[in-house]
């Protein structure tokens, strides 16, 4: 498909495990996003690469946060000692990063339970 | 936060047109007005964006007043497929600005049979 996919889609984890999120975004998309999205509310950014580069982290809520995309392409959201306010939907989004559109692409989430 | 302010709900009869109101009286000159739905348990999908002519899709119709103080999303045949939560969002277009969308509740559409 050529849409952004990201797996898993649904993800239980028991307080204190460790989860990795996974995200293929769009081939060729340059611009990469990770927003959290808890029940009722609009998402709320994460994080933003630039081909491979974090140029913008200020959304992560604590260092237990982690995201990386060594190559430009796939990236994964880590999140160490999952605490039940982790709860939510992580949607992840892609996009060519200018042109005279520039829309982002959004994957279906990965909705994320911690027990 | 968000830059914008909507209604948080709306109801619309079906095969009616739906007009979604947003106030972004702070708007920049460079920044453009986006609309994005996101259907229950989907992603957020792009609906249609401008800076200050109205523009025209095949999914619907945005309205910028002249002041780019707000404009209007217009579905202009609702169906029932249509019943998401309508976000407004005000953005410049390149990502290396280092702007991110910034979403705020939205509308929640529903449209009634």
């Known amino acids: 498909g050529a849409g952004v996919s990201q797996s898993p889609r649904y993800k239980v984890a028991k307080r204190g495990q460790d989860v990795a999120l996974r995200c293929d975004p769009i081939?060729?998309?340059?611009?990469l996003f990770w927003y959290q999205q808890a029940l009722g509310q609009g998402p709320e950014f994460l994080t933003y690469?630039?081909?491979?580069?974090?140029?913008?982290k200020s959304g992560l809520p604590s260092d237990r946060f982690f995201a990386e995309r060594p190559e430009g392409s796939v990236s994964t959201l880590k999140i160490q000692r999952t605490q039940q306010e982790d709860s939510a939907v992580y949607l992840c989004?892609?996009?060519?990063?200018?042109?005279?559109?520039?829309?982002?692409?959004f994957g279906p989430g990965t909705r994320l339970t911690v027990l | 936060d968000a830059k914008t302010t909507q209604p948080t709900s709306m109801d619309c009869a079906e095969g009616r047109a739906a007009n979604l109101p947003c106030n972004h009286s702070t708007i920049s000159g460079n920044e453009y007005v986006y609309w994005y739905r996101q259907i229950h348990s989907q992603g957020p999908q792009y609906i249609i964006h401008?800076?200050?002519n109205n523009e025209t899709n095949e999914m619907a119709s945005l309205i910028i007043t002249e002041d780019r103080k707000s404009s209007t999303l217009i579905l202009p045949h609702a169906t029932l497929r249509d019943t998401a939560v309508y976000y407004c969002?005000?953005?410049?277009?390149?990502?290396?600005?280092?702007?991110?969308?910034?979403f705020g509740p939205g509308t929640r559409l529903s449209v009634l049979p």
């Open positions: 081939s060729g998309h340059v611009s």
């Open positions: 690469f630039q081909n491979e580069a974090q140029l913008d």
């Open positions: 401008g800076l200050k």
């Open positions: 969002i005000v953005r410049v277009l390149a990502d290396n600005y280092g702007q991110n969308f910034v």
């Open positions: 989004a892609s996009s060519p990063g200018w042109g005279s559109v520039n829309e982002q692409f």
